[in-house]
């Protein structure tokens, strides 16, 4: 689904399969590349207290901070969803979930610095597959709100 809905807006992208460690992250996924761990895209699916998914995208080298993403959303509280319930909301599987083609229709909350990076490295839909592409490109088609979601540490 993520590389139809590419392909349907018009997304330059370039593809890079490289081999999933099960608990290697961003750290494995920027190292098998080559690449800057900033410029590898968490995809992120949260739940606010009335259990609605939400998608959040943050720097493979920050964390979220669920208080500070609630403080802005006005909500009380949000927390990651278990991968059970993520692989449910977004139609992948976590360690392969793609902002691009999610199953159900959820708001996506990007930090606001992803924006300004030349490139960036995102999942495509599958574990071990990225597609590198434009943040611009991300901006047209997803039109995520950005926010300062990251911790402070």
């Known amino acids: 689904m993520a590389i139809r809905t590419l392909r349907q807006h018009d997304v330059a992208f370039t593809p890079h399969l490289y081999d999933w460690e099960p608990r290697?992250?961003?750290?494995?996924?920027?190292?098998?590349?080559?690449?800057?761990?900033?410029?590898?895209?968490k995809?992120?699916?949260?739940?606010?207290?009335?259990?609605?998914?939400?998608?959040?995208?943050?720097?493979?080298?920050?964390e979220v901070s669920a208080k500070n993403l609630a403080r802005l959303?006005?909500?009380?509280?949000?927390?990651?969803?278990?991968?059970?319930?993520?692989?449910?909301?977004?139609?992948?599987?976590?360690g392969g979930t793609s902002p691009f083609g999610l199953r159900r229709s959820?708001?996506?909350?990007?930090?606001?610095?992803?924006?300004?990076?030349?490139?960036?490295?995102i999942n495509g839909g599958a574990r071990g597959f990225l597609v590198e592409l434009a943040p611009a490109d991300l901006v047209r088609v997803l039109k995520p709100t950005l926010v300062d979601a990251a911790t402070d540490g």
Do not use: N, W
Not at 106 to 121: G, H, N
């Open 24 to 41: 290697g992250g961003t750290a494995a996924s920027a190292a098998a590349l080559g690449v800057d761990e900033r410029e590898v895209i």
């Open 43 to 62: 995809t992120l699916i949260f739940e606010d207290e009335a259990r609605s998914p939400l998608c959040v995208l943050m720097h493979g080298d920050r």
């Open 73 to 94: 959303l006005g909500t009380k509280q949000v927390a990651p969803c278990t991968p059970e319930i993520a692989d449910r909301h977004s139609g992948y599987q976590v």
């Open 106 to 121: 959820m708001p996506i909350y990007m930090e606001r610095s992803i924006a300004t990076l030349p490139r960036m490295f």
